[in-house]
């Protein structure tokens, strides 16, 4: 596709509840992360992928959050159990990799925990 | 931790003024990038700056990296209404597993009154 594409592009879930938010990233795009905003706040790092392999979790909250990208294009960042914290845009980016990671950003998944 | 701190939070300014906001780090960074938000939108890429004093200029806006690549600032002469958004300044993240993973700024956001 054109860009990266996310969806779905908003999600209400009541507090307890499993959501699946799904990442299209830039055809050809190595290195593909999962960003979380709170309003008003700039993006916060959760994961990071290379193809497949998740380099880096560190940024995810807690063990409910958990990302995957089984053949290193597309992938779903899921939530177990929301909670109301967990409501915020979750933003995905894809790059090229490499020493100039240009981040090409979705249109994030905003998401409300009730 | 790694911080990255933006001063203004908010800027309005008449049509035509100009802006500048100012990004600095608590650690030296390898690299720093912009991105742009419109309101409802999501980040997308200005400029990433590379080198210890570097300056780049994009038609009205002017990027400038610090010697000690500690802070950056980004100006827009004679701003449009077009300009109006959220400005994020980013670095990678101290020991960070790719140069995608980046600390944002809180941004500042940007209002333009015709």
């Known amino acids: 596709g054109a860009g990266v594409s996310q969806s779905p592009r908003y999600k209400v879930a009541k507090r307890g509840q499993d959501v699946a938010l799904r990442c299209d990233p830039i055809s050809g795009h ?19 992928f290379q193809n497949e392999a998740q380099l880096d979790k560190s940024g995810l909250p807690s063990d409910r959050f958990f990302a995957e990208r ?3 294009s597309v992938s779903t960042l899921k939530i177990q159990r929301t909670q109301q914290e967990d409501s915020a845009v979750y933003l995905c980016a894809s790059s090229y990799g490499g020493t100039n990671e240009k981040l090409f950003f979705g249109s994030g998944t905003q998401l409300s925990v009730l | 931790g ?12 008449q049509e035509g003024e100009d802006f500048t ?5 608590s650690t030296t960074l ?6 742009k938000q419109r309101p409802g939108g999501h980040p997308v890429f200005l400029i990433q700056l590379v080198k210890s004093g570097e300056v780049k200029k994009q038609k009205r806006l002017t990027f400038q990296f610090g010697e000690a690549k500690k ?4 100006h827009i002469t004679a701003t449009q209404t077009t300009d109006v958004g959220t400005y994020f300044c980013a670095g990678p993240k101290a020991g ?7 600390t944002f700024g809180q941004g500042t956001i940007l209002t333009v009154h015709p």
């Open chain 1, 30 to 48: 190595v290195s593909l992360f999962w960003y979380q905003q709170a309003l008003g706040q700039g993006p916060e790092f959760l994961t990071y």
């Open chain 1, 70 to 72: 089984p053949e290193g």
């Open chain 2, 2 to 13: 790694q911080q990255v701190m933006q001063i203004p939070q908010y800027q309005h300014v």
């Open chain 2, 21 to 25: 906001t100012y990004c600095n780090s």
């Open chain 2, 30 to 35: 390898s690299n720093i990038q912009w991105y």
């Open chain 2, 71 to 74: 802070n950056s600032s980004l």
């Open chain 2, 96 to 102: 960070g597993t790719s140069y995608g993973k980046l």
